[in-house]
């Protein structure tokens, strides 16, 4: 079956071909690590990993990078501003060396706490300077580049399809608000590949270079790690529907401009999750939600991927706690529906599990189609197919919307209210509903549910 997705060079829905017959290769723009990431950050892997799932449950084998940035990513995506590194090092009385080995471990925390499965390799900037060099020399060889004041910069308008990404509509917009602060650009796009000492002063990461003591250009670390790791052609780059108008238009340049050919065949973007109060999810003045916010609130990390499972990738979402209850809230119907199909037996219905797989898989090649992906589980679960199909379809369905829902949860019990609940059974069995029921409240005050079934009973955590 075909999976169709939404290409951002071009902006249309478009049927994906492989470079290589039933291979995919994905490089996905990873965290700037000199603070913990928000829960907007988090929805950008999360969308790479549905994508990665889609195309493993469509029998692809899938080759995924993401990189770590932790250098040269200054506080404005155009080469302004400072150091993001070295301004989370300020604030913390740390090294930089530090403040990057700190997130990037909360890093790789979020990613496994939200199930989100490890890429084949996490590549950090700082480890592949060198191929950063190479590169940038390359592009000096094919003529692309100059260099002022001592710094090496990309000469955008040798470039003819510098705005493609962009769109010729939104070009004109773009050049008009570009602030350029650096008098040294010889046109308003160009940036910079490596900087020296003449534009930062000392830096505290600094390597040498053809070029003088210095540091990478924030861009040209994905163009160089992806070729390393995924070659000169690669299917999918995916990121944050903010980097496309300067972050992955720079990539595109360096790139094609180093090679000699096209480099990417589908760029794929997630829109942004917002909160009413925008003032909260920016990453640079710390004042924002980070899924350690929610958990101490008393969330799951999978409540908050079913809350963005609900909406599509490319649309915008408004986080709020009212919508994190109400997936909170579904999440676990839908696991008490899976636990009561779990107490009964049945026959497997071929006809009527391919049947959903068939649907479910054409929902999801359609552009991640997710919203609809939930809706057929429950949809499944509440149709008349025996337990056994029901449940072969949702451990099925799983393995791209990493819910775990067929995970038994595993709740320590205190000893206490277990003899309650022992207690309770035996006087419900004796029909003596009064002090049942004197028991039930009181092991609700502890915290705990009672869910009765014909055979026995259930202890929950509230
Ligand atoms: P950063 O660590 O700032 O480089 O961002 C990591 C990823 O999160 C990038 O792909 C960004 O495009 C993406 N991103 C940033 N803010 C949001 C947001 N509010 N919602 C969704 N994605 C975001
Ligand atoms: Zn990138």
Redesign the pocket.
Known sequence: MHIKLTNSMGREKQTFKPLKKGEVKIYT????VYNY??I??L??YIFADVLKRTFLFNDYKVKHVINI?DVG?LSDDADEGEDKLEKGAKREGKTVWDIAKFYTEAFYTDMNDLNIINPNTYCKATEHIQEMIEMNKKLEKNGFTYIAEGNLYFDTSKFENYWNLIGKKQEEENQQSRVVQDKHKKNKTDFVLWFTRHKHGNHAMEWDSPWGKGFPGWHIECSAMSSKYLGEKIDIHT?????VPIHHTNEIAQSECAYGHKWVNYWLH?????VKDSEK?S?STGNFLRLQTLIDKGYSPLEYRYFLLGTHYRKKIMFSYEALDGAKNSLKKLKNKIIEAKKEKSEFNKEKYDEYYNKFQESINDDLNTAQALALVWDCLNDKIGSETKLKIIDKFDEILGLELLKEEKVDIPKEVIELAEKRWKSKKNKNWEESDKLRAEIESKGFDILDSKEYYEIKKK
């Open positions: 723009c990873g965290p700037t990431a928000h907007g950050n929805r950008a940035t990513h990121g944050g529907i903010d980097h997630n829109e942004f999750l917002v999810m990453k």
